[in-house]
Nanobody, 115 residues
Framework: QVQLSESGGGLVQPGGSLRLSCVAS????????VAWYRQSPGNGRDLVAT???????HYRESVKGRFTISRNNAKNTVDLQMNDLKPEDTAVYYC?????????WGQGTQVTVSS
């Protein structure tokens, strides 16, 4: 079992920055793939960024060049640095990991981009 705890969400003006952090506990040493997803009202949960196969990163097109996903294996953390935020980035952001073929989710953290 893996438990995930997210932090770092909040209200920010357009063009601002936020850094989301996710701490994994439990069988954290067995984690393979890590990712951040987001879900806005009335929409499904969409992949934002992921680190797979030990280091390859992938981003959804709309966040490329603005968001950066990183992982610290020693601290069992997965961060998402978000710069130049736009109103369309407003959503609940979820940390996601895969361990021994099982997918785990955090509770979500709200990010609101508004002036």
């Amino acid at each position: 079992q893996v438990q995930l705890s997210e932090s770092g969400g909040g209200l920010v003006q357009p063009g601002g920055s936020l850094r989301l952090s996710c701490v994994a506990s439990g069988a954290a040493g067995s984690i393979n793939t890590v990712a951040w997803y987001r879900q806005s009202p009335g929409n499904g949960r969409d992949l934002v960024a992921t680190i797979i196969n030990g280091g390859n990163t992938h981003y959804r097109e709309s966040v490329k060049g603005r968001f950066t996903i990183s992982r610290n294996n020693a601290k069992n953390t997965v961060d998402l640095q978000m710069n130049d935020l736009k109103p369309e980035d407003t959503a609940v952001y979820y940390c996601n990991v895969i361990s021994f073929g099982q997918m785990y989710w955090g509770q979500g953290t709200q990010v609101t981009v508004s002036s």
